[in-house]
């Protein structure tokens, strides 16, 4: 996708702000690479507008390409969709905690049920007991039972004649009685969505009453995810889903459709058979596959460093040829104030090490720099730009706005002095960066 936009984008003129034709020609793009990574079309729709809306007029920074910064925009976007990072199981309730998994046929409610027992009894050191509730497929009870001898996590003893709401009860009962933590409910899915699952589900989760409800999904569920999870969350109420086969070759689509529709969010993932295979949900991962790119978030990563080290370029630049104004030192002031921002400004220049003790050595702490920043603020922009101009009459008005005396404007003026002749020095001479703010 991103050669894709890159191409479109790069033979556009390109530069200064995106324009609203520029975006389309992306989206396009965009909303291509979403249905071939499955996303629902409704989806897909809502998703582009909100795009197009922040694409519209952005700036596009010199260092990077329009198309990077649409791929920026666009992988932003589908993150803040997707949900935020560690979003768990929340187990903060009365033991035994009920959690319950619903879902279609084969989608990998037991396999999953066995990944969840497992990581909650070796990582979380809970007791765990899981139930089938799977009374259509003699094999389902089975087929957990033997996941629980293999992992030495206990399973509920298998009643025959039972429905599932009553061995949802019996499995609770059982789980007070023993002293488990947490009770795990797999429930029997249908291979298509259809009313008897979703009113058992509705029944088993009324006399449950689990803690979690857990749709557990298909990543290489297509356009019907929409409809999956939009069902489950109406007639049975979700706390959260389950990406299953995240190993396969699905791109994630499903993913945010569901996530879109619901607005619940994604807890854990499926990278495989065994029950190991278990994995936190984390947006960026599935951004990339969604956008059909390996490398789509260190491109975005990219983008993003060269978005901040241009903007100090920038000031650096004005700086080497003299031009360095008040502007560029209340700007200068903040991002001392940040000492994030001081790294990143100072460490385009020379001298970075011995910088720190001239700082401590100036007194410049983060309470003197705001107050300069205040002086500077109380300037009109002609007096940012010339200071010259600023004779008594001025610095007195300007001492009052700020709140301050004439004494310390004057003395902001020596230390703007100093740094402009130093700053164009720089590019000869051979003083330490700060040596005129040490004067100061
Ligand atoms: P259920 O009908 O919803 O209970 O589904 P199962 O748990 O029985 O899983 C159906 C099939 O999918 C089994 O063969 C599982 O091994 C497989 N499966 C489940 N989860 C995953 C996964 O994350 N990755 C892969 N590759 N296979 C999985
Ligand atoms: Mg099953």
Redesign the pocket.
């Known amino acids: 996708l991103s050669e894709k936009l890159g191409g479109i984008l790069d033979r556009l003129t390109g530069r200064g702000s995106l324009s609203e034709a520029d975006v389309d020609a992306a989206m396009r793009e965009v909303r291509r690479a979403l249905l071939e990574a499955d996303v629902a079309l409704e989806v897909v729709r809502s998703f582009i507008e909100r795009v197009r809306e922040q694409a519209v007029g952005a700036t596009v920074v010199k260092s990077v390409t329009p198309g990077q910064m649409v791929v920026k925009i666009v992988h932003d976007e589908l993150v803040a969709t997707l949900g935020a990072d560690g979003q768990t199981i929340d187990l903060n309730a009365v033991p035994p905690v009920a959690i319950m998994m619903v ?1 279609l ?8 049920t066995a990944k969840l027992a497992r990581r909650m009894t070796q990582r979380d050191k809970r007791k765990v007991l899981m139930a089938s509730l799977d009374i259509y497929r003699p094999a ?1 009870m089975e ?1 957990l039972a033997v996941l629980g001898r293999d992992l030495d996590i206990p399973t509920l003893p298998i009643v025959t004649g039972q429905k599932p709401a009553q061995i949802a009860k019996r499995a609770l009962e059982a789980g007070k009685l023993g002293g488990y933590d947490v009770v795990l409910l ?1 429930t029997a ?1 249908r291979t298509t969505l259809d009313e008897e699952m979703m009113s058992e589900a509705a029944e088993i989760k009324a006399t449950a009453n689990p803690h979690e409800v857990l749709l ?1 999904a298909d990543s290489l569920t297509g356009q019907d995810a929409v409809n999956l999870a939009r069902a489950f969350d109406q007639r049975v109420g979700l706390t959260g889903i389950v990406l ?5 070759d699905g791109r994630g689509g499903a993913a945010l459709s569901m996530r879109a529709v619901t607005g619940k969010p994604i807890k854990l993932i ?4 065994k029950t190991d ?1 278990l994995e936190d949900f984390h947006p960026s991962r599935i951004a990339g596959r969604i956008l059909g790119m390996g490398d789509v978030v260190s491109l975005v990563e990219r983008a993003a460093a060269n978005i901040d080290a241009e903007k100090a370029a920038r000031t650096a630049e004005r700086m080497r040829k003299g031009q360095f104004d008040l502007n560029d030192m209340r700007e200068q002031l903040l991002q001392m104030a940040n000492m994030g921002g001081i790294s990143g400004l100072m460490g385009m220049m020379p001298g970075i090490a011995k910088m720190k003790n001239q700082i401590a050595a100036a007194g410049i702490d983060e309470k003197i720099l705001k107050r300069q920043v205040a002086i500077i603020d109380s300037m009109t922009r002609a007096e940012r730009k010339n200071p010259d101009i600023l004779k008594a009459s001025r610095k007195k008005r300007i001492a009052a706005g700020a709140g301050q005396n004439v004494e310390q404007v004057n003395k902001l003026l020596k230390m703007h002095r100093n740094m402009a002749d130093m700053m164009k020095a720089m590019g000869s001479g051979k003083r330490g960066p700060l040596a005129g703010i040490a004067q100061a």
């Open positions: 879902g046929q084969g989608s990998g409610k037991t396999t999953t389902a087929q797999d899915g557990v299953t086969r995240v190993d396969g499926g990278t495989g058979e295979a």
